[in-house]
């Protein structure tokens, strides 16, 4: 799940992400009615965002309801947590349903593995970013590439997120509302705005 491999900054031991597909030729039919469960479970123990790599997030669809309603057999879903805790829940609901569709998790790779271990599963494959290659120096800050990169499609614009932080400092949004804007256009919903909250509010109180 290499979109989800580049995240880099402040607050990820407060940000993981949850993909779960079926794999084509082998076990796509029928699998739309497991996704919704797995996205089922996934909010049921403390998910924080969904979203569907093929139909967008909540703000494309019209709603959480209508993410799950439109789930389709080919579909690539995404959970957002902001703890280990109810990572750890989904995966041993996950682990108890045994639906047989392929699971990847996103995070700390010593958090992950921990994550794991007390569900009683064992990893079998880890991807792990190489970094940025090349004129870096064009790059955003990484200040900036923090909120950037918790898109991996590239999805939140370098220059919604200066918007956002501009709001903030007028008082024309708060850091809650400005997170849930960078949401918004992150299509398949792997975007944390928990996390981007916590970096939106050290951005703009310093």
Known sequence: ????????????????????MPSRGINVQGSGQKLWRYLEMA?????????????GNEYHQGGVEKVLDNLQDQAV??????????LVKTLRAYKEADLGL???????????????KKVGLERHTINQSMGRWGKTEKLPPPEILQ?????GHGMVAVGLINEVIND?????????????RLFAPCMCGIFNPHRAALILKDLTEN
């Open 77 to 86: 879903v995404h959970a957002v947590f902001k703890d280990k805790d109810s």
């Open 102 to 116: 392929s699971v990847v998790v996103s995070g700390l790779f010593d958090h992950v593995g921990e994550c794991c």
């Open 43 to 55: 909010l049921e123990n403390g998910a924080i965002k969904i979203g569907d790599a093929r139909l």
């Open 1 to 20: 799940m290499t979109h989800t491999n580049h995240r880099i900054g402040e607050y990820l031991e407060e940000d993981y992400v949850v993909l779960v």
């Open 147 to 151: 909120l950037n990169t918790m898109c």
């Open 168 to 180: 903030i400092k007028t008082g024309d949004c708060t850091v809650q509302e400005g997170a849930e």
